[in-house]
């Protein structure tokens, strides 16, 4: 007795066409893991730029914001840039020579003649190349330790920082005081990072400080 058991399988054309199904979705997985590897590291580059802001945010803020230079005789008392005893030792913008950070007071952070709304990098020293470099309080670039080596995985060389002033009328209800002089009595603080090429690859953080205590030390 023979008993015939059919063939089972699949034909050449089922397979080439499984095959073509699987091979493009195989390529467009790989796709979607591709752009999400070289994407991974923006929110941490962005998260960093924030960090590296409020941190800039906080050192300016915590400036003093007096008529007088502290080396004055009536910085402790002056109320209005007429009091200080010396008139050379008004504050002004622009940092005092061999003034290292963080600096005495608000307005030594911008250069001599600063025009207000001019975005500046404040807290950058150029290096040996004479490029400019973000640096910490302390004169280390951002990143790095004192002996230049990176801290962490990964470098920040790629980020830089400007701050801009701005007289904020919202809080002194006047638009009198003339860039450079020592009589506004409110700035509006804005400090961008930027930690990439792309048009949105920035951070932008904005604050307020204010004459609140001009005698204040």
């Known amino acids: ?64 914001f007096t008529y007088c230079d502290p080396a004055d005789e009536n910085a402790s008392t002056a109320s209005d840039p007429n009091g200080c005893k010396d008139a050379t030792l008004r504050e002004q913008f622009g940092r005092e020579a061999n003034n290292t950070r963080p600096y005495d007071n ?31 309080v302390a004169g280390n670039p951002l990143g790095a330790n004192a002996a230049g080596a990176t801290l962490g995985n990964a470098s ?6 400007t701050l801009t002033l701005n ?12 860039a450079g002089a020592p009589d506004i009595d409110a700035f509006l603080l804005t400090i961008a990072v930027r930690y990439g090429t792309g048009p949105n690859d920035v951070v932008t953080l904005e604050g307020y400080r204010t004459r609140y205590a001009p005698q204040a030390r």
């Open 156 to 161: 920040l060389s790629g980020f830089t920082t």
């Open 106 to 136: 608000i307005n030594d952070y911008v250069p001599a003649n600063y025009q207000l709304g001019t975005a500046v990098r404040a807290f950058a020293v150029a290096d040996s190349s004479g490029n400019l470099v973000d640096r910490d």
């Open 1 to 64: 007795m023979c008993n015939k058991r059919r063939q089972q399988g699949v034909t050449m054309v089922e397979l080439i066409i499984f095959m073509v199904i699987v091979g493009v979705a195989v390529a467009g997985i790989l796709q979607v893991l591709n752009f999400a590897n070289k994407n991974s590291a923006d929110p941490m580059r962005r998260k960093q730029a924030m960090l590296i802001a409020e941190a800039y945010m906080e050192e300016v803020q915590q400036a003093q």
């Open 167 to 178: 007289e904020a009328n919202a809080f002194v209800g006047s638009t009198q005081a003339v």
